[in-house]
């Protein structure tokens, strides 16, 4: 079965750091670029980073551009978001998902149920 | 503010059909890239519905299908049923990002 399971959620203080993982399975993990995609309590959806599959080519939303950086190990099957500068409007559920690229542009088909980061003080 | 314009929410009763809209700009949609779906029922994480404006992925049923027309794409889904309460989403590529609607919440009368 096809899988993604986050961890790493948490409350921080506002200028905090986090490190979130997502564990993947039941595919082969290097030949797919993945995405963190975050939904604030109440609100929709919004990209937030992606990579391709060998680590070679990442992007960020303008929002988190220079605080987190994303990052994989494909011996591991892992994918992660080093998040630092934290805001109370990083408060989110974190989604990663299985990124698929083509000619005419991405869409994820495979997500994980997400964990919860809260930015607090 | 949303790269993608969407409804907030739609209705209909069951059986009907109803059409959720995404509007987007010549940096986008109209920029020839395609536009994907999501369905998010409640709770849950978002599953994806249509990719690549009109194809079904395996298991979703033919009730549902999208177009896309110059630089706006839609969602239709016929013969409403009471499980397809829940938010839906259209997403796009811009500008090297990739972007969300705001979402359309379908209530099932």
């Known amino acids: 079965e096809v899988q993604l399971v986050e961890s790493g959620g948490g409350v921080v203080r506002p200028g905090g750091s986090l490190r979130l993982s997502c564990a993947a399975s039941?595919?082969?993990?290097?030949?797919?670029?993945m995405s963190w995609v975050r939904q604030a309590p109440g609100k929709g959806l919004e990209w937030v980073s992606g990579i391709n599959w060998n680590g070679g080519s990442t992007g960020y939303a303008d929002s988190v551009k220079g605080r987190f950086t994303i990052s994989r190990d494909n011996a591991k099957n892992s994918l992660y978001l080093q998040m630092n500068s934290l805001r109370a409007e990083d408060t989110a559920l974190y989604h990663c998902a299985r990124d698929l690229w083509y000619s005419r542009g991405y869409y994820m088909d495979v997500w994980g149920k997400g964990t919860t980061v809260t930015v607090s003080s | 503010q949303s790269v993608l314009t969407q409804p907030p929410s739609v209705s209909g009763a069951p059986g009907q059909r109803v059409t959720i809209s995404c509007t987007g700009s010549?940096?986008?949609?109209?920029?020839?890239?395609?536009v994907h779906w999501y369905q998010q029922l409640p709770g849950t994480a978002p599953k994806l519905l249509i990719y690549g404006n009109s194809n079904r992925p395996s298991g979703v049923p033919d009730r549902f299908s999208g177009s896309k027309s110059g630089t706006s794409a839609s969602l239709a889904i016929t013969g409403l049923q009471a499980e397809d309460e829940a938010d839906y989403y259209c997403?796009?590529?811009?500008?090297?990002?990739?972007?969300f609607g705001g979402g359309t919440k379908l209530t099932v009368l």
């Open positions: 010549s940096s986008n949609i109209g920029a020839g890239y395609d």
């Open positions: 997403q796009s590529y811009d500008s090297s990002l990739r972007v």
């Open positions: 039941g595919f082969t993990f290097d030949d797919y670029g």
